[in-house]
Structure formats: C-alpha cells, structure tokens
C-alpha cells in the first residue's frame, strides 16, 4: 500500500486483502513527526515464526542502512534497512527501535511472542463443523470487494496498490 501523506492518527494495524478473501500478514504502522519508521508485524507473532523488521525514512531513500536495537542495545546493522529474526522464541521479546545515520531514531515498537499452539486432527468417523466467524469480521470480509487496507485501530480504509 502507498499513503501520499501520514499523520500519527494513522497509527494502526494495516493488512491488505483481495477480493477473493486472501489477506496478507498484517503489519503494526506507528507513525510518529520523526522521520524514521519502524515497520514490525503484529502483535503478537508465533514461536517459530521468521520476523522481519523495516527500518525506513519517510523520504526517499528509504531504504537505507540501519542499525537495529532491542531493549536498549545494538543487536546489529543491516545494509538495507531490513532485519529478519529467524525462528523467533520467548528470548526476542522485547522493546525493537532502530536508527538511520543523519536522519534520527524510530519509536519503540514492541515484539510479543507466543507459543504455538499444535492441535491433533478429529479421531476417525468423528466430523468437525468448520470454525465460525465473528460477525464483525464477517461485515468487514463482506465490505471489500476490492484489494483494500484496513486500518484496525481507526477503522480507516485505504486503497492499495498491486
């Protein structure tokens, strides 16, 4: 998705989805009057899970080195301004910023992980209804019929770009 211009009212949680019902990762957008963003997925991600974090500017370029905290501490640097957790575990949790040279520091953004949770299949010859859908995601499905962005927090809809 491409925004023309941000404003901190814009922090939220934001997803793109076809209109056949496929939804991709959802992402945690804060926005901030600095001009370094810190793009993290959301809340909370799954042990096990590749993470990836996007340090960017708001102005172009914006994929520039960046180095990458957690908790305080330089974790390291990453030439195109993006990092990926491999197989993330309870040790990643933590408070993640990262920081552009010459053009500042992101906000905090906060990494939550949880356990996976593994279900055994139904015994045989039992059968098991399929799982229902709250129905405010019900409506929500029901209201794209074109690829769009959501915006949780604020409930904003924007178009996105293929």
């Known amino acids: ?13 934001y997803w793109c989805e076809s209109r056949e019902g496929a939804s991709s990762s959802s992402v945690q957008i804060t926005v901030t009057g600095g001009s370094v963003i810190l793009q993290s997925p959301v809340l ?10 996007s340090c960017r500017t708001k102005t172009p370029p914006s994929s520039l080195p960046a180095d990458f905290y957690k908790d305080g501490s330089l974790i390291r640097t990453e030439p195109a301004g993006n990092m990926t957790l491999q197989q993330v575990a309870s040790s990643d949790e933590g408070l993640y910023q990262c920081n552009i040279r010459d053009h500042g520091r992101s906000p905090s953004s906060r990494i ?5 949770i593994t279900t ?14 709250h129905p405010a995601l019900l409506l929500i499905t029901s209201l794209f019929t074109t690829p769009s962005c959501v915006s949780l927090s604020s409930m904003l809809v924007f178009l996105c770009s293929y």
């Not at 998705?1 to 009212?9: A, K, N, V």
């Not at 909370?44 to 974090?53: I, K, Q, S, Y």
């Not at 939550?112 to 996976?116: A, D, G, K, L, T």
């Not at 055994?120 to 859908?133: M, N």
């Open 1 to 13: 998705c491409e925004f023309s211009s941000l404003y901190p009212s814009d922090t939220g949680v």
């Open 44 to 53: 909370p991600v799954m042990e096990g899970d590749d993470v990836t974090l």
């Open 112 to 116: 939550s992980v949880s356990e996976r």
């Open 120 to 133: 055994s299949p139904p015994a045989r010859g039992t059968t098991s209804s399929p799982p229902s859908l």
